[in-house]
């Protein structure tokens, strides 16, 4: 430990404190980008012609935080700054996918 900081300490228990424990700090509270994944779904998908400047000045996030959204948690691929909606449910993408295999079994014979 060093001096400094046992200075520090010394002078946060002379003026009564008795916790090692942070204080809460004021300012506005974090929010994490699984609040927003929603409404940026939503704003996608009522209008996908839209821009990405236009979607993070809907939903007030940060370019970073759009990034991430987009890319990790939607799977959601940018093309020329428009949106690439995959609307396929779970339910059609399987069928796809047997269709594919059947056609490439059928292709082979």
């Known amino acids: ?6 200075c520090e300490w ?8 008795m916790s090692f424990s942070k204080d ?14 929603e409404r940026v779904r939503a704003v996608i998908c009522g209008n996908h012609r839209l821009t990405i400047r ?3 000045d809907e939903v007030s996030i ?8 987009f890319t990790e948690k ?5 093309v020329s700054a ?3 909606l995959h609307l396929l449910t779970e339910d059609q993408k399987e069928n796809r996918f047997e ?11």
């Open 1 to 6: 430990m060093s001096q400094m900081q046992c």
């Open 62 to 69: 940060s370019i970073g935080s759009w990034h991430q959204i």
């Open 24 to 37: 809460a700090r004021p300012g506005r509270y974090s929010t994490t980008i699984v609040d927003h994944v």
């Open 74 to 78: 939607l799977q959601m691929p940018c």
């Open 54 to 56: 236009e979607v993070v």
């Open 82 to 84: 428009k949106f690439v």
């Open 10 to 17: 010394f002078k946060h228990f002379k003026e009564g404190r």
């Open 99 to 109: 269709i594919s295999q059947e056609l490439l079994v059928n292709a082979k014979w």
